[in-house]
């Protein structure tokens, strides 16, 4: 899309590598409480961060913004020091309901207070194709008075979390609607469902129904059939009927981190059509 990455912030060793490798000249940061944004004024035109989700996950605890890996408050500081014109967030469908979606609604309303219209949107990756449902939570934020980073073409930084508790919530603004190329379902932030299932919840669905820039239905994403996606691992035991002095290898650490990393990491297809609706949105108000 002819962005610059133009810095990255990522605690894990492992990842701090892979980020490397896939952005070499972007500035690396590891913790973000040591991250100080206010460098990057006026630099940066989106900021994206997908804040940790353990905290909010049904897979987990649930405590929430008690939960000490819980670095909304952190991010919503970067975003204060940085300034971008653009914020994109992502999370698991359990910070819906996480206290009665209180805690969505913080980082709604903490967004808003900054001067920001925010749009969140549920997008699963069956949506671009992928043979599982993995719905997650997309919280698109926009300044439209911000400069940005337009004039050193500084586009895109990466950094997890942020800071708004106890915040008294500001009167919701009107909200401009970004349009995605895929079938989003929009989030109301005055009725919730209830489910916070992430993986299986009715947020997830898609239609398959995309839209170019100029808002003309394009031809239907044809769903695909997963007949030949395995159901299992591809080495799986006695499901693949392995000898038993071969059930049981060890697997590398190079290959725990990975498959870790993959765990914690967001579908980048999915990232990609929202970047791709905001160069659309910003092309046209340039026009």
């Known amino acids: 899309m002819g962005w610059t990455n133009l810095f990255t912030c990522e605690v894990d060793a492992f990842c701090r590598t892979v980020l490397a490798h896939h952005f070499p000249n972007a500035i690396p940061y590891a913790d973000i409480k040591n991250l100080d944004a206010t460098a990057h004024l006026g630099r940066v035109d989106i900021l994206t961060g997908g804040f940790p989700c353990q905290p909010y996950s049904n897979a987990g605890k649930r405590r929430g913004k008690h939960d000490p890996r819980d670095l909304w408050p952190e991010m919503l500081r970067v975003v204060r020091e940085c300034a971008p014109r653009w914020v994109v967030g992502e999370n698991v469908l359990g910070l819906l309901t996480w206290s009665d979606g209180l805690r969505f609604e913080e980082v709604c309303a903490s967004l808003e207070a900054e001067g920001y219209e925010v749009q969140p949107f549920v997008l699963p990756a069956s949506g671009v194709g992928a043979p599982h449902r993995r719905p997650r939570v997309w919280v698109v934020a926009h ?61 997830g669905q898609s239609t398959h129904r995309r839209q170019g820039a100029d808002g003309r239905d394009k031809a239907p994403r044809k769903p695909s059939d997963w007949k030949a996606f395995p159901t299992f691992a591809p080495i799986c035991g006695g499901d693949d009927g392995l000898p038993e002095r071969l059930d049981g290898l060890t697997v590398s650490k190079w290959k725990r981190e990975a498959v870790k990393a993959y765990g914690n990491a967001i579908v980048p297809q999915v990232a990609f059509e929202i970047f791709q609706a905001i160069q659309a949105y910003e092309d046209g108000a340039r026009v």
Do not use: C, F, M
Request: proline share 10%.
């Open 143 to 203: 300044a439209p008075s911000r400069t940005g980073g337009r004039a050193t073409g500084e586009v895109q930084g990466t950094p997890r979390s942020t800071h708004a508790d106890g915040q008294e919530q500001p009167k919701r603004s009107a909200r401009k609607q970004v349009q995605l190329p895929l079938e989003p379902t929009p989030i109301r932030r005055d009725a919730s469902d209830g489910n916070g299932d992430d993986s299986q919840g009715g947020h």
